[in-house]
């Protein structure tokens, strides 16, 4: 069995790991899995088993869902990032519903900062296997790989405020439920009778499930409703600001975010901003560039842009075509 600190080795040699073309999800990592599809959670698997860790992440996985319940039913799953630890498997949803079902992405705790914010390794994140900072706003929560000789205890509990619980949390939570709906609690840091019936009533109010257990969709309600909002607000991804771009001829998230807004201005795409060279952004550039938009990147796709911005046609996006790209979008001509 590996360790910790051969996980994040083994990760950070996956650093500008790229697809071939972008979109595509073809690169060595799902050649090694034996499978082309979103291969954040077979890069997670690939950095695994490149350090004698695939047991300590609970085996190889494909499906970010499947590899949570994995570690939940082992218990070694925490929800939030309290206690979060480097080398911990941290799960996300873009969405912000913070449940297990909605997962979407997951990553490698590389370092964990005093602003509530981590550094993670991910792959499949805007075409690539890339360092991103993140904040606790899309985090489901973590699951801790049961590493050889270096895996730290769970925090007691798993990031659930039930009957039972104690601490600054609960006193939060009890001066919340007082403020949304004047339950006039006792803030005293014991999670009662008392508080149960009323996170029950938060609940029900809410339309969620009513088991008296305060956990992430909760949390992400109670946001919402200091918020005097009726629904959990959806996080907002952290793009730079427009910028000049660097003819680097990579296609990153600030070249992505670029096309991203030129599409919302030339076509009316509607996407969000983000930086994320996914399905939607990827079937609005078919569209505008009018080939059958099928949300593959394939060599149609992909001489139909090179003929676009007057490069060589060979059907093979290459770093050529993103500094062509990357130079249409700063001359606001593509």
């Known amino acids: ?113 005093s602003n509530r914010t981590i550094t993670t390794l991910e792959g499949n994140t805007s075409n690539a296997f890339r360092r991103r900072r993140r904040s606790s706003a899309c985090i489901v929560g973590y699951g801790r790989p049961a590493y050889t000789g270096g895996s730290a205890p769970l925090p007691s509990g798993d990031g659930i405020l039930r009957l039972g619980s104690k601490g600054q949390a609960v006193k939060t939570l009890q001066k919340n439920l007082n403020t949304v709906q004047k339950a006039g609690l006792t803030v005293d840091g014991e999670f009662g009778p008392a508080t149960q019936k009323a996170v029950k009533t938060f609940q029900a109010n809410h339309h969620l499930k009513a088991d008296g257990e305060y956990g992430p969709q909760s949390a992400a309600m109670m946001k919402a409703a200091l918020a005097g909002k009726k629904a959990p607000i959806r996080p907002k991804a952290l793009v730079a600001a427009p910028a000049t771009l660097e003819l680097d001829g990579i296609f990153g998230p600030a070249t992505c975010a670029a096309l991203q807004r030129t599409l919302n201005s030339r076509d009316k795409a509607g996407l969000e901003v983000d930086g994320a060279f996914g399905p939607l952004t990827i079937t609005a550039l078919q569209r505008y560039l009018k080939v059958t938009a099928d949300g593959i990147v394939g060599p149609k796709t992909v001489t139909a842009l090179q003929n676009h911005l007057a490069t060589p046609a060979g059907g093979e996006w290459d770093a050529t075509t993103t500094r062509a790209l990357q130079k249409a979008l700063n001359a606001d001509s593509f």
């Open 1 to 113: 069995m590996g360790n910790v600190q051969g996980m994040l080795a083994a990760a950070r040699k996956l650093l500008g790991t790229t697809e071939h073309p972008p979109g595509s999800n073809r690169n060595a990592i799902t050649k090694w899995y034996g499978f082309t599809g979103p291969w954040c959670d077979m890069a997670v698997s690939y950095a695994a088993a490149h350090s004698d860790n695939l047991p300590a992440i609970g085996g190889k996985f494909a499906l970010t869902t499947a590899h949570a319940r994995a570690f939940q039913k082992k218990g070694r799953w925490h929800y939030g990032i309290g206690g979060i630890r480097p080398g911990d498997i941290v799960f996300f949803d873009w969405s912000g519903s913070r449940s297990i079902g909605a997962i979407d992405h997951v990553g490698i705790v590389e370092a964990v900062h």
